[in-house]
């Protein structure tokens, strides 16, 4: 396939197609490959350091770092396939940009945003004991998703969001508690 040079903007379209599909970088192109190569790096240290451990003892620091390195991969695999662009040099096409909208606090934070996270997380620890994990990690990711998500809410974008935590939420449950064998609390509310 060969790129199609636009003579309005004298670039090619191909590579403004690329460049909208890009990840943005938070700071900058090399600390976007930087960190998931850190967090690679430190878990492969981890899962080096289970060989000292007892068979039974290194179970859960060798799954949690093979977890780790499996996401550090996929995160730089992503940014790979997809490029990164650094923040001032993304297009200057408004729409390909959620900080540029005004109904977004996306770009500088949000003081009320950060309230309901901290809310949210300390809601969860304190109501888990009495609904258990299950229930009270599928409400926090519930609440959790919707303080983050500052674009509108489409019936196809919300199904996905819902199916996704639940899955995530059943995975680790599963992982935690059949998988691992960690106890997890399965709330004073269904067991008195």
């Not at 489409?154 to 995530?168: D, F, N, S």
Request: hydrophobic residues 50%; glycine residues 10%.
């Amino acid at each position: 396939m060969s790129a199609v040079h636009n003579r309005s903007t004298g670039r090619n379209t191909s590579a403004a197609r690329k460049e909208k599909h890009a990840i943005q970088a938070s700071c900058s192109r090399a600390s976007e490959y930087l960190l998931p190569t850190l967090f690679v790096v430190g878990a492969g240290l981890c899962l080096w350091e289970t060989r000292e451990m007892s068979q039974l003892g290194a179970v859960f620091p060798a799954v949690i770092s093979l977890v780790v390195i499996v996401a550090g991969l996929l995160r730089l695999g992503q940014l790979g396939l997809r490029g990164v662009v650094a923040s001032q040099e993304r297009g200057s096409d408004p729409s390909s940009d959620p900080s540029s909208d005004p109904s977004s606090d996306s770009g500088s934070g949000s003081a009320p945003r950060r309230l309901a996270l901290v809310g949210i997380m300390l809601a969860w620890a304190l109501a888990l004991p009495w609904l258990g994990f299950l229930l009270t990690g599928l409400a926090s990711f519930v609440g959790l998703m919707m303080v983050a998500q500052y674009r509108r809410w489409h019936p196809r974008r919300l199904a996905g969001h819902l199916l996704t935590g639940a899955v995530l939420v059943a995975f680790f449950y599963a992982l935690f508690a059949l998988v691992l064998n960690v106890p997890l609390p399965a709330g004073r509310w269904f067991t008195l």
